[in-house]
């Protein structure tokens, strides 16, 4: 992995990153490919074939396992593009407006890397300046390109006769299996909790074990969103052997996407508590990876493996990055939403981009559309939006299901369909209107119902119309799924120019007023009590009165943390530290004033 930049791209959407790779790999950026969208893995197999002279050969749904093969085949195309990429850029003059140029003007400042090319670019023609322009070629180092599989979307698929396939042919374990075979030497990122299966089977696959120097060919990353849940799944995997080479902490709110909340538990005290316990942690499991592969007769770690920890969700300006990455040590951050205003690196298509571009802070909401129940960061001027008021309009909600990535609920059907799809919200809304509820209740149950969105194609459009291509079936329609923080940039912007952003050399935030990284992540979690307080209130049992202390009392401490963590916020402006000191005790004081009731029941 090229530790050059201080920064990578994490996955965002299905498709939204999916070419990521092939746009800024050979630069030396880190990034993330979805790999569970195997129909728009072949459509872009198809597109980029040619770019290494290859003729596209189609894996159909009739060869064996084809789902893994085809997750295979285009991890193995992206590898070989950007490896031809690479060896292409490593041999151009160090001449302005050359791609080798881009690559040593991107890197951070303080970069040793960076400090030899302006010595050379400093020098006079003649054999020091070319001597030290071969000692640069060999210094370039391409981006990984890493994947993820979001490990509770796990469906079981099933023979056209109705038959379940074996377990091994579920989505998860596909995708798993699809990577392990590919040519990469990259990571696999396991975000949205714990899936047993997709654990156990991880160890079927040699990558993930040490050879006999200690190298990992296959790598495990594991997205947290607190420090219990990384020591939890640390010890479940270094059990087999596999060791977790970096923990990926998320903002629960302030991210995009699915936002798993945590107990009111806040980013900065959760990177503090890495801070303290990452050396004992690397200690411990690297103690249990090394029992685990003695047992199973292996090449075990000689010497401690390195144990990254990195940060992302909400961050936006430099000061804010070097922050996180010299006070709690974090070896890199990562960038997502910022990027999406950034062709040169992901894939939105133009309608989509200016829609971006030109959007309000109130455009970006925190909404229920995704069919797997977990709030879900939404866009309102998206494409999709637009399509789910036309369908409830027509009296038509629901989406027609193709991919059911999402299927799982069982409520009408033996075999799990999805809450977004036409089927079963028809069958949904029948059921409501037998009820004869109240007006009023009638309502809210069905707009819970119908706002339900379909994510496997509107997640997964954009890519296909980015670079001119039809999705399927005519299904045109974008959702896109940006954090808040986006809230800030306005306009479309080069690669350079965002990579000038993060490391303070350029400032593209617009004019709206912006708190502090861990303010606004704050924010969002005060709101998020607030609606747990009201969705409480009539059905409130004693567990849940202990959930929301325990959230009450996480957001309090996470305050109390924030005063006395302010005056290491060096970087920083007298003034921007005396308006944080004010919203933190404005925030103090409405999280003090909420009442917890007594609950009606045990």
Not at 43 to 49: A, F, G, I, M, Q
Not at 104 to 130: C, R
Not at 245 to 265: K, V, Y
Request: charged fraction near 25%; include cysteine.
């Amino acid at each position: 992995m090229s530790t050059q930049h201080t920064f990578h791209i994490p996955v965002m959407g299905l498709g939204f990153t999916m070419e990521s790779p092939i746009k800024v790999a050979r630069f030396g950026i880190s990034s993330v490919i979805s790999i569970i969208e195997d129909e728009l893995m072949e459509r872009l197999r198809e597109l980029y074939s040619p770019w290494v002279n290859e003729t596209f050969v189609p894996i159909t749904e009739q060869v064996e396992d084809w789902r893994a093969k085809r997750i295979q085949a285009y991890l193995n195309l992206v590898n070989r593009i950007v490896t031809q990429q690479v060896e292409k850029l490593r041999n151009l003059p160090f001449v302005m407006g050359t791609e080798i140029v881009k690559y040593f003007e991107l890197l951070p400042d303080d970069s040793s890397v960076k400090a030899l090319y302006q010595n050379m670019m400093s020098l006079e023609e003649g054999e020091a300046k070319a001597q030290l322009q071969e000692k640069l070629r060999g210094e370039i180092k391409p981006g990984a390109i890493d994947v993820n599989i979001m490990a509770k979307v796990d469906r079981n698929n099933y023979t056209k006769e109705g038959e379940m396939l074996p377990k091994e042919f579920s989505d998860a374990l596909s995708s798993l299996r699809g990577f392990a075979q590919s040519d990469l030497e990259s990571s696999v990122v396991f975000s949205a909790g714990y899936n047993p299966r997709l654990y156990a089977y991880i160890d079927t696959f040699s990558d993930f074990f040490p050879d006999e120097k200690g190298y990992l060919k296959k790598k495990i990353v594991l997205k947290v969103s607190d420090y219990r849940s990384a020591l939890t799944q640390g010890k479940i995997l270094a059990k087999k052997g596999l060791w977790v080479s970096e923990f990926r902490i998320e903002s629960g709110l302030n991210c995009g996407g699915h936002a798993f909340a945590t107990d009111g538990l806040l980013l900065g005290p959760i990177m503090e508590e890495f801070k303290a316990n990452r050396e004992a942690l690397a200690a411990e499991l690297w103690t249990m990876c090394n029992q685990a592969l003695t047992a199973k007769g292996v090449p075990t770690f000689e010497t401690q493996p390195v144990l990254r920890v990195t940060v992302q969700g909400g961050i936006g300006t430099a000061n804010e990055n070097a922050f996180l990455l010299d006070y709690y040590q974090a070896d890199a951050t990562g960038w997502g939403s910022p990027f999406l205003l950034v062709p040169e690196a992901t894939s939105v298509d133009e309608n989509t981009l200016q829609a971006l571009a030109t959007a309000k802070p109130d455009d970006y909401y925190l909404s229920h559309a995704s069919p797997l129940g977990i709030p879900f960061n939404n866009f309102r001027k998206s494409t999709a939006q637009h399509q789910l008021a036309a369908r409830i309009a027509k009296n038509r909600p629901g989406s027609p299901c193709y991919k059911k990535f999402l299927v799982a609920n069982t409520e009408f059907t033996e075999i799990p369909i999805c809450a977004a799809s036409r089927q079963y919200q028809h069958l949904k809304i029948n059921q409501l209107k037998e009820q004869n509820l109240p007006s009023e209740a009638y309502e809210a149950q069905l707009a819970e119902v119908t706002e339900k969105d379909c994510l496997c194609e509107g997640l997964g459009a954009s890519a296909l119309l980015s670079e001119g291509l039809k999705p399927a079936h005519n299904l045109n329609a974008v959702t896109i799924c940006p954090g808040p923080n986006l809230a800030y940039f306005s306009g479309v912007f080069t690669l350079q120019q965002m990579v000038d952003h993060i490391y303070g050399r350029l400032n593209l935030l617009n004019s709206v007023k912006r708190s502090n990284l861990f303010v606004n992540e704050l924010r969002m979690y005060v709101k998020y009590f607030d609606d747990e307080l009201k969705k409480s209130a009539d059905n409130l049992t004693t567990k849940k009165v202990r959930y929301l202390q325990l959230f009450q009392n996480n957001l309090l401490q996470g305050v109390a943390y924030y005063k006395e963590l302010i005056p290491s916020l060096k970087n920083e402006a007298e003034r921007y530290l005396e308006e944080m000191k004010e919203e933190l005790n404005q925030f103090e004081n409405t999280i003090r004033n909420k009442t917890v009731p007594v609950p009606v029941s045990a």
